[in-house]
């Protein structure tokens, strides 16, 4: 076992002085890792919907170029429940810090390579086949990076800022959102069109692998977290976690996967799809619509933790119900105006979009960790978090490519939001809410089994 007795009782007898930098530092590991993660997976998004097309599918249509481009960005979406599959049953063997690193790694390094592949002009298929396992990749390792980054911070805080801790892991979505678009936005805006199709969209992506050296430092520096020291300790880990937390907690993994739908689907839609319909549909320029998901990601960096904050206050579901009613509301006023309204009202409602967003995710983190045991708590948490993608994140864009096409109008896609909204709502409502459980006593969890 990787987590030897020696650490783990070293993290058990940290003084308090010692305990609060490790807070800090397991706070800051969770949020610049899942920053360094996200800013990859988001690099490949904003790639997918503006560049991919051209340079891997060159010969097919704008539509069906498109459509591929998609296809390959849910590619990565249906591979994250196998990484949380493969890194829960580690994270929950070997610990959370060793696990991590390995994700940082994977995730880094195959979007440096993705930076470097020629396209389709050069090697010819080999370029598509070769993206679609670089995103495989992708999937992979971020299906094994969230729920260790919630858990490093969530189990090394104060239980009472459970919310608030693992949010921590959420700024790295809006974070390295915008350091991803950002970067794009950037070389789009200085660079000529020529420039930035042939060359300049590689370089965010090689520069992930200076972002990778920095998050191992920082995680190298961290202890393993003292709930899963004191399972190591009492020798309580499991030989098959991922099989146990899928026996016998199946219900909050789906219920897990249900209350994302509409916090995710919505959000790939908001900030990856919008790429697409407004520079195609809308003749709006490219650096218009990414300041736009710039700035919207910008004022979730404040949003996210506020909302956390008040969970802590009020219990987790009953933000989230509120985020969640919220975006099935706005559905068809965001596309009617998406549809008719003027630059100025589109940017408006880019940018209120990701309020209700914020309401649903950063909670969502103590939300979903608080739902499953110590000893099984990565695998079920990563399993409940990254199910979501194969029906909701992935599909998104590529369902609303369609819908589109097909009806003519995309209020078909508002139609699928609310949908989206109202799975939310019922999942939501049946998962119980523990915000102020001891989540160290595993008879939390064994007087709800079925």
Known sequence: MVLGRDEANRTLAAKDTEKSTQVRRAAMASAIGTTIEWYDFFLYNTAAALIFPQVFFPESSSYAGAMQSFATYAVGFAARPIGAAIFGYWGDRIGRKATLIVTLLLMGIASGVVGMLPGTSTIGIAAPLLLVTLRLIQGIAIGGEWSGSVLLAMEWGDQKRRGLLGSFAQVGVPVGLVLGTGGMTLLSATLSEEAFDTWGWRIPFLASLILVGVGLVIRLRILETPMFAAVVAQQRTSRSPVVEVVRHHWREILLSAG?????????????????????????????????????????????????????????????????????????????????????????????????????QYGPQAALIGESFPTHLRYGGAGLG?????????????????????????????????VVAAAVTVICVWLLPDRSRADITDDSVYTRRRR
């Open 385 to 417: 978090y990254q199910l979501a993608s194969v029906f909701a994140g992935g599909p998104a864009p590529l369902l609303a490519t369609w819908l589109l096409h097909t009806t003519g109008t995309p209020y078909s896609i508002s139609v699928y939001v």
């Open 259 to 359: 209350l994302r739908f509409s916090e995710q689907m919505p959000f790939y839609l908001f900030t990856s799809y919008v790429l697409v319909y407004a520079v195609e549909q809308r003749d709006l320029t490219k650096t218009f619509v990414l300041n736009a998901v710039l700035v919207a990601a910008a004022l979730e960096l404040v949003t996210i933790p506020l909302f956390s904050q008040l969970s802590d206050r009020f219990g987790r579901k009953r933000i989230y119900l509120t985020g969640a009613i919220l975006t099935g509301l706005l559905a068809f006023p965001y596309f009617a105006v998406l549809a008719e309204g003027g630059a100025a009202l589109i940017f408006v409602a880019v940018l209120l979009s990701m309020v209700p967003h914020a309401m």
